[in-house]
């Protein structure tokens, strides 16, 4: 291990640095090279760069998802209380369980996200596509992720979770102040008061639902859910796995979609390439999860002692696993700093890896291929807005636009 030490990884970490967060794949690339395991004593935390090394992370059994607890810490103290409240919700989500609450509990909750759900559910996706693009067909403007790849998958999880579609806006709310709970770092008052009046919210909401399919089946999710014996999964679980799904279905779906739109549009020759033969979009989908992840860290806690490129992480100490520089690294992608559409690079680790990759991950690329063939096919001459200004989501955990301008 070359033992130089750099600004970067001092008071210059790229996530001390808010400027950093346009543009740390310089950074990412140092770390990959020189600190591919990294202990950052000031946020008192493991970093791990290289792809080999995350990959291995993912699947090791001695690396814990379950993490509410260092939120609660994490939280402010005056609301840490009010917090409490709903943690226990919180701890039952899929993805903070290990194994055996983890596998039962995905088991259940895959029959409705396996391969034939999600074909099921295309004709309702390109409808909401459609339906969000008539909005605006007639005025030649369209901000692609505030009106389209921001609604898109609330509305379709909405949906597909048997809300009414009357409530749909209000689902769009609480999915926004869950990501500002789980995202924004650190966590703040507002942060954590809003989640814990959504997540209130929603869980009577839910129950009242809950009781509803039990009278009057219905074959949606809820519907599928309210059916389940409790030796399966308890209500609690139900309700906060709902929950669970505004939270991981709602921010990376937007980020992906508009990742894609953006980097095609700033890519003209790639997206040329794409326009002349449209089969190329699941490869301009795939190299936007690796090029521009949508979840660029995913932390674990250590059960146990665990030795790795030299280093030793010890039990209770967290680990950031940079899918970022994963994605990137040259061990596993050459030239891995250009976004080219037509190169099979084999699959990213953008959907996790191992017992917990994304549950979600059919659902989240079904809605980006339909989203984007709609979009290209009825707005064929899309380009940036350069009369508006592009507004970026970065932040510890997450690459995506904001707002982003077109016209057509």
């Given at each position: 291990m070359t033992e130089r030490i750099d600004a970067r990884e001092t008071d210059e970490f790229f996530l001390n640095v808010p400027e950093k967060l346009d543009d740390p794949f310089p950074d990412l690339a140092y770390f990959r090279e020189n600190r591919p395991i990294f202990y950052h004593e000031t946020l008192d935390q493991w970093f791990a760069f290289g792809h080999e090394d995350v990959s291995k992370l993912f699947s090791d059994p001695r690396m814990s998802a379950d993490r509410m607890k260092g939120f609660v810490d994490a939280a402010p103290e005056e609301v840490r209380e009010?917090?409490?409240?709903?943690?226990?919700?919180?701890?039952?989500?899929?993805?903070?369980?290990?194994?055996?609450?983890?596998?039962?509990?995905?088991?259940?909750?895959?029959?409705?996200?396996?391969?034939?759900?999600?074909?099921?559910?295309?004709?309702?996706?390109?409808?909401?596509?459609?339906?969000?693009?008539?909005?605006?067909?007639?005025?030649?403007?369209?901000?692609?992720?505030?009106?389209?790849?921001?609604?898109?998958?609330?509305?379709v999880l909405s949906d597909f979770l048997g809300f009414p579609e009357k409530d749909r806006d209000r689902v769009v709310q609480w999915s926004v102040d869950f990501i500002g709970f789980f995202n924004v770092v650190p966590i703040t008052v507002e942060t954590t008061r809003d989640m814990v009046r959504s997540a209130t919210e929603m869980i009577?909401?839910?129950k009242?639902?809950?009781?509803?399919?039990r009278e009057h089946p219905r074959e949606d999710f809820l519907g599928l859910l309210a059916g389940a014996d409790p030796a399966e999964i308890s209500e609690e679980e139900v309700v906060a796995n709902a929950m669970l799904l505004l939270l991981a279905g709602h921010v990376a779906p937007r980020n992906l979609i508009g990742n894609?739109?953006?980097?095609?549009?700033?890519?003209?020759?790639?997206?040329?390439?794409?326009?002349?033969?449209?089969?190329?979009?699941?490869?301009?989908?795939?190299?936007?999860?690796?090029?521009?992840?949508?979840?660029?860290?995913?932390?674990?806690?250590?059960?146990?002692?665990?030795?790795?490129?030299?280093?030793?992480?010890?039990?209770?100490?967290?680990?950031?696993?940079?899918?970022?520089?994963?994605?990137?690294?040259?061990?596993?992608?050459?030239d891995p700093d250009r976004f080219d559409i037509t190169k099979k690079r084999g699959p990213t680790l953008s959907f996790g890896h191992g017992p917990h990759g994304c549950l979600g991950a059919l659902l989240a690329m079904e809605e980006a291929r339909i989203s984007l063939a709609t979009l290209f096919r009825r707005m064929p001459d899309l380009r940036l807005d350069d009369d508006r200004e592009i507004k970026w989501y970065r932040n510890a955990a997450n690459r995506g636009p904001d707002s982003l301008p077109v016209v057509f």
């Amino acid at each position: 291990m070359t033992e130089r030490i750099d600004a970067r990884e001092t008071d210059e970490f790229f996530l001390n640095v808010p400027e950093k967060l346009d543009d740390p794949f310089p950074d990412l690339a140092y770390f990959r090279e020189n600190r591919p395991i990294f202990y950052h004593e000031t946020l008192d935390q493991w970093f791990a760069f290289g792809h080999e090394d995350v990959s291995k992370l993912f699947s090791d059994p001695r690396m814990s998802a379950d993490r509410m607890k260092g939120f609660v810490d994490a939280a402010p103290e005056e609301v840490r209380e009010d917090l409490r409240k709903v943690a226990p919700y919180l701890e039952m989500f899929v993805l903070m369980n290990d194994e055996p609450d983890h596998a039962r509990l995905r088991k259940f909750l895959h029959r409705g996200f396996n391969a034939e759900a999600i074909r099921g559910l295309r004709g309702q996706i390109q409808q909401i596509a459609d339906e969000l693009l008539d909005r605006v067909r007639e005025t030649g403007r369209l901000d692609d992720s505030a009106d389209f790849a921001f609604l898109l998958p609330a509305y379709v999880l909405s949906d597909f979770l048997g809300f009414p579609e009357k409530d749909r806006d209000r689902v769009v709310q609480w999915s926004v102040d869950f990501i500002g709970f789980f995202n924004v770092v650190p966590i703040t008052v507002e942060t954590t008061r809003d989640m814990v009046r959504s997540a209130t919210e929603m869980i009577g909401y839910t129950k009242e639902l809950l009781a509803e399919r039990r009278e009057h089946p219905r074959e949606d999710f809820l519907g599928l859910l309210a059916g389940a014996d409790p030796a399966e999964i308890s209500e609690e679980e139900v309700v906060a796995n709902a929950m669970l799904l505004l939270l991981a279905g709602h921010v990376a779906p937007r980020n992906l979609i508009g990742n894609a739109v953006y980097l095609l549009l700033t890519h003209p020759d790639q997206f040329a390439k794409l326009k002349e033969d449209p089969s190329l979009l699941d490869g301009a989908i795939e190299e936007t999860l690796r090029y521009e992840p949508p979840v660029t860290l995913i932390p674990r806690i250590a059960l146990e002692d665990v030795e790795m490129g030299g280093e030793t992480i010890h039990a209770g100490q967290i680990v950031q696993l940079s899918i970022a520089s994963a994605n990137r690294d040259a061990a596993r992608f050459p030239d891995p700093d250009r976004f080219d559409i037509t190169k099979k690079r084999g699959p990213t680790l953008s959907f996790g890896h191992g017992p917990h990759g994304c549950l979600g991950a059919l659902l989240a690329m079904e809605e980006a291929r339909i989203s984007l063939a709609t979009l290209f096919r009825r707005m064929p001459d899309l380009r940036l807005d350069d009369d508006r200004e592009i507004k970026w989501y970065r932040n510890a955990a997450n690459r995506g636009p904001d707002s982003l301008p077109v016209v057509f």
